[in-house]
């Protein structure tokens, strides 16, 4: 299995609070991203790194926001968490870029009462 | 717009016979098309990939086809076993300039014994 550790694995919070989720990779993969997962809609792109402080928005980028300051760590932070961004939160690495095989990590469970 | 279309959203077999989950996508750039299983509470493992210069790729009993003319890829599970069952996601690269992975919604497979 890729090493990919995501973190917490589950967390419940409040509207309106900060929260940050990280994933940490011992591949070395240049390429980073924070997908998002909910009944009906499959896996939906949030964020992607193409390498240290690099990064861009993917289709549903709207309420996050992510930094990369190491390659092995990639962290998505929701500013004032809304109960809409209740969902699976899978991070995933790939060795170069976006059609290239890529790999997932276990996901974090997070609930916004 | 940029989507993939994935069809049927459940199957049920019995445990020896055949499987089969279609894809169809939109974007006729799409070169990298790759299949994930995802069992209950971990994160989409990649079985199977192929790429847009070949029109079908084997491993053991999976099989995955791709008709480039119509658009759409297909996953083939042969000999179907209780631990096939899981859900299924296919996945389509898709944009100009940096290529993103589009995921159809799923199938949910059950095999039965």
């Known amino acids: 299995d890729a090493g990919i550790t995501q973190s917490p694995r589950h967390k419940v919070t409040e509207t309106g609070t900060p929260v940050t989720l990280r994933c940490h990779q011992t591949?070395?993969?240049?390429?980073m991203y924070w997908y998002r997962q909910d009944p009906g809609h499959g896996l939906r792109l949030i964020h992607y790194?193409?390498?240290?402080?690099?990064?861009d928005k993917g289709e549903v980028s709207d309420g996050y926001s992510v930094s990369r300051s190491k390659t092995e760590d990639f962290l998505l932070t929701l500013e004032s968490a809304t109960s809409s961004q209740t969902s699976v939160y899978f991070c995933?690495?790939?060795?170069?870029?976006?059609?290239?095989?890529?790999?997932f990590g276990d996901g974090t469970r997070l609930s916004i009462l | 717009g940029e989507n993939v279309e994935q069809h049927p959203s459940t199957l049920s077999v019995q445990e020896g016979d055949s499987a089969v989950i279609k894809c169809t996508y939109s974007?006729?750039?799409?070169?990298?098309f790759p299949w994930y299983k995802q069992e209950l509470g971990k994160g989409p493992q990649l079985i199977i990939d192929?790429?847009?210069?070949?029109g079908e790729k084997k491993d053991q009993r999976i099989a995955v086809t791709l008709n480039k003319t119509a658009k759409h890829f297909s996953l083939h599970i042969t000999e179907t076993q209780p631990e096939d069952s899981a859900v299924y996601f296919c996945?389509?690269?898709?944009?100009?300039?940096?290529?993103?992975?589009?995921f159809g919604t799923g199938t949910r497979l059950l095999v039965s014994p």
């Open positions: 192929i790429r847009s210069n070949v």
């Open positions: 995933a690495i790939s060795e170069s870029g976006g059609n290239q095989p890529q790999h």
């Open positions: 790194s193409y390498g240290v402080k690099d990064t």
């Open positions: 996945a389509a690269s898709m944009g100009t300039g940096f290529q993103k992975l589009v």
């Open positions: 974007d006729s750039a799409s070169n990298y």
């Open positions: 591949e070395n993969h240049r390429y």
